[in-house]
């Protein structure tokens, strides 16, 4: 059975990283069975980071990796209907998500003052002292250091909400009215893009972000339909 390698849930959300989330919605969405471990060491995983998978004891990192490891190895139920101009799109949509919109959810988390004691409590308050209190230190400046390389860290507060703000209506407008994001079918797009949103729409971090797609009806029901259908 394939083993998926992940944080444990948290903030009432089937996981806190859009990534892991992604990759659990995605072997719900196929039909794959799945085990979750929730004891690694991320340290100490593959990449430094999680979610990756083990099969047949072979070990894959990064889910976008994975997910193409899981297409060829398993077939592709999810996106074989697509012609090339729409997985292009679909691509791009995702690269939006994950390569963009991502880094301002971790702006939100990491950076804001007031959402970091809320995630600095959730993250780091089981560790014993003195580390509970050297290593969300540790953490953030790494976490500063990588929005700093990723280039959205070099903008200011205003700014990268700016951007996001652009990024979220531009996923409500591709949506539009439609079910899933690429129409009648659900497609490994969705995965991404409800892991991402539903972690954005959370209740427990207030952000400019949560504003502008709590505005978004159509955003909040595509999520509401994706929880229901597979993790209600």
Same mark, same amino acid.
């Given at each position: @059975?394939?083993?998926?390698?992940?944080?444990?849930?948290?903030?009432?959300?089937? $996981?806190?990283?859009?990534?892991? @989330?992604?990759?659990?919605?995605?072997?719900? @969405?196929?039909? +794959? /069975?799945?085990?979750?471990?929730?004891?690694?060491?991320?340290?100490?995983?593959?990449?430094?980071? +999680?979610?990756?998978?083990?099969?047949?004891?072979? %070990? %894959?990192?990064?889910? =976008?990796?994975?997910?193409?490891?899981?297409?060829?190895?398993?077939?592709?139920?999810?996106?074989?209907?697509?012609?090339?101009?729409?997985?292009?799109?679909?691509?791009? @949509?995702?690269? *939006?998500?994950?390569?963009? +919109?991502?880094?301002?959810?971790?702006?939100?988390?990491?950076?804001?003052? /007031?959402?970091?004691?809320?995630?600095?409590?959730?993250?780091?308050?089981?560790?014993?002292?003195?580390?509970?209190?050297?290593?969300?230190?540790?953490?953030? =400046?790494?976490?500063?250091? =990588?929005?700093?390389?990723?280039? &959205?860290?070099?903008?200011?507060?205003?700014?990268?909400?700016?951007?996001?703000?652009?990024?979220?209506?531009?996923?409500?407008?591709?949506?539009?009215?439609?079910?899933?994001? &690429?129409?009648?079918?659900?497609?490994?797009?969705?995965?991404?893009?409800?892991?991402?949103?539903?972690? %954005?729409? $959370?209740?427990?971090?207030?952000?400019?972000?949560?504003?502008?797609?709590?505005?978004?009806?159509? *955003?909040?029901?595509?999520?509401?339909? &994706?929880?229901?259908?597979?993790?209600?």
């Amino acid at each position: @059975m394939l083993t998926l390698y992940q944080f444990e849930p948290a903030w009432g959300l089937p $996981n806190a990283s859009p990534f892991c @989330m992604k990759l659990e919605t995605y072997f719900r @969405m196929t039909g +794959l /069975e799945y085990q979750v471990d929730t004891s690694a060491d991320v340290r100490k995983a593959p990449k430094g980071k +999680l979610p990756y998978i083990e099969d047949k004891g072979q %070990i %894959i990192a990064d889910s =976008n990796l994975i997910i193409e490891y899981l297409k060829t190895t398993y077939g592709d139920p999810l996106d074989s209907h697509l012609s090339p101009a729409d997985a292009a799109i679909a691509l791009a @949509m995702r690269r *939006l998500i994950e390569e963009n +919109l991502y880094w301002a959810l971790v702006y939100t988390r990491w950076i804001d003052e /007031e959402n970091w004691q809320k995630t600095k409590a959730v993250y780091f308050s089981d560790l014993p002292f003195p580390l509970r209190l050297l290593v969300p230190k540790i953490a953030r =400046n790494t976490v500063t250091q =990588n929005l700093q390389g990723h280039g &959205m860290g070099r903008h200011t507060e205003a700014e990268i909400y700016q951007i996001a703000a652009l990024d979220i209506q531009a996923l409500s407008n591709f949506l539009q009215d439609k079910p899933y994001f &690429m129409g009648e079918q659900p497609t490994a797009l969705d995965a991404s893009a409800y892991s991402c949103l539903a972690n %954005i729409l $959370n209740e427990t971090l207030i952000s400019p972000l949560r504003d502008k797609a709590t505005q978004l009806e159509n *955003l909040v029901t595509y999520c509401d339909r &994706m929880h229901q259908t597979y993790y209600a």
